[in-house]
Structure formats: structure tokens, C-alpha cells
């Protein structure tokens, strides 16, 4: 079956220094994957997806991920943290066996807890 | 971007009631809607897809008559609760996808809606 893990509840870094948030996936064909943030009480915010191509893929506010096969992970990373990078960031991967149907829903990992301290 | 919308954002009703949650795609025609459920501190969890014009799919678990899902018009989705009791208390959200099915498409998420159950 396809999932996801992040393996870590929460992540604390100081503001200023690399963060970087873990997710691995486990599908059973070629992976779509997301990472979304998700502020409290509010919906979800598309940071930046893996398609194809190039393994590092950059997104929305100075965010980056890399896709690495052999170890089935697609890890978040920012150079410098801000303060208000602090949320919940969650990883997602696209159901394999429904692209190009009507469904193909996203499969979230549990989430992470980022917070960046001043 | 694409927005995405629902309304109300929040919502107390009393134990036995029924409440109606909308979901707008305000810029875009939404062939697909999602309904997620979100617990604290917990990940999204699929409810059911619904495609415009047809009946909605249930995810395994989901009681069909209790969550009801019209999908009438291409920017408009509802997620009615029926006969609402306190374990229903929860964070919904609505999120939705544009342009024919495929796995490219990105979906836009919604602000989300806090319903308390008394």
C-alpha cells in the first residue's frame, strides 16, 4: 500500500540556520510528490511538487526539496529559517495507480511541527 | 494562484442538527472536489471525491447518509453533516482540482471549517 512518513513529530531550529523537514514514501510505481504548509486554523499551502526532471526542486518561499530514488525520501530544505517559517508542514504523494483518473487524491504523511526560534 | 474558499469558517451547532459547509473554487472550474477531515494534531484524512454532476466516492469508513456531498456546479461543493453529534467536532476542509483528470493538476486547498458539536 502507498504512504508516507515523516518520521519526525516535530523539528525546533534557530532562526537563521538550515532546517530541513523528513519525508519518505513508499508507492508502487513512480512517485508524485508534495510538501504543503498549513498555518493554525488555516487550510493548506502549496510549497512545491516533484513531477519529474531535475531531483531538486524549489518552491515557495525560499523552500527546496530533493528527490532521491534510492532512499525513497524527498526531504525539505530551506538555507535560513525565519521565524515565520514556523508551522505544520506536511509531505503528500500522489496516488500512483490513479493518475490520469478522476480520483487521484493525495496521500498525506502525519505532519511535522516546525519551530523556528529567534 | 487558484483559490479556493468555504464557508463559514466556523461553526456551533447544537447536538442532532445539521450543518452545510460550502466550498467555492473561486477563479478556476473544478472538475474534482475533495473533503478532508483533520483531528488536533493529526493529518489530513480523506472523506470522499466528488466529481461534478455525479455522486460522490466515500472513502472506506465514511457513512455515505451522515456526510452529505453535492458536487452541483463546477466551482460549487457542499459537505452537509447530518444529525450532527459531538465525536463530528472536527476541522474540514474542501480542496479542489482543475482541468481534466490527471496527475499534473494541483490541488488548491480551502481555509478549512472548525465545526464544534455541543
Known amino acids: 500500500a502507498q504512504s508516507v512518513a515523516q518520521p519526525e513529530d516535530q523539528v525546533n531550529v534557530a532562526e537563521g540556520n538550515p532546517l530541513t523537514v523528513k519525508c519518505t514514501y513508499s508507492?508502487?510505481?513512480?512517485?508524485?510528490l508534495f510538501w504543503y504548509v498549513q498555518y493554525p486554523n488555516r487550510g493548506l499551502q502549496f510549497l512545491l511538487k516533484?513531477?519529474?526532471?531535475?531531483?531538486l526542486v524549489k518552491g515557495s518561499y525560499g523552500f527546496e526539496a530533493e528527490f532521491n530514488k534510492s532512499q525513497t525520501s524527498f526531504h525539505l530544505k530551506k538555507p535560513s529559517a525565519l521565524v515565520s517559517d514556523s508551522a505544520l508542514y506536511f509531505c503528500a504523494v500522489r496516488d500512483p495507480l490513479n493518475y490520469g483518473g478522476s480520483q487521484g487524491n493525495l496521500i498525506f504523511g502525519k505532519g511535522t511541527k516546525l519551530s523556528v526560534k529567534p | 494562484g487558484a483559490v479556493v474558499s468555504q464557508h463559514p469558517s466556523w461553526v456551533i451547532c447544537k447536538s442532532g442538527t445539521s450543518v452545510k459547509i460550502e466550498c467555492r473554487s473561486l477563479d478556476f472550474q473544478a472538475t474534482t472536489m475533495f473533503w478532508y477531515r483533520q483531528f488536533p494534531k493529526q493529518s489530513l484524512m480523506l472523506m470522499a471525491t466528488?466529481?461534478?454532476?455525479?455522486?460522490?466516492?466515500?472513502e472506506q469508513g465514511v457513512e455515505k447518509d451522515k456526510f452529505l456531498i453535492n458536487h452541483a456546479s463546477l466551482t460549487l461543493s457542499t459537505l452537509t453533516v447530518t444529525s450532527a453529534h459531538p465525536e463530528d467536532s472536527s476541522f474540514y476542509i474542501c480542496?479542489?482540482?482543475?482541468?481534466?483528470?490527471?496527475?499534473?493538476?494541483?490541488?488548491?486547498f480551502g481555509p478549512g471549517t472548525r465545526l464544534t458539536v455541543l
Open positions: 516533484y513531477i519529474t526532471g531535475d531531483n
Open positions: 508507492v508502487s510505481g513512480n512517485p508524485y
Open positions: 480542496s479542489a482540482r482543475r482541468g481534466t483528470p490527471s496527475s499534473y493538476n494541483e490541488q488548491f
Open positions: 466528488s466529481n461534478e454532476g455525479s455522486k460522490a466516492t466515500y
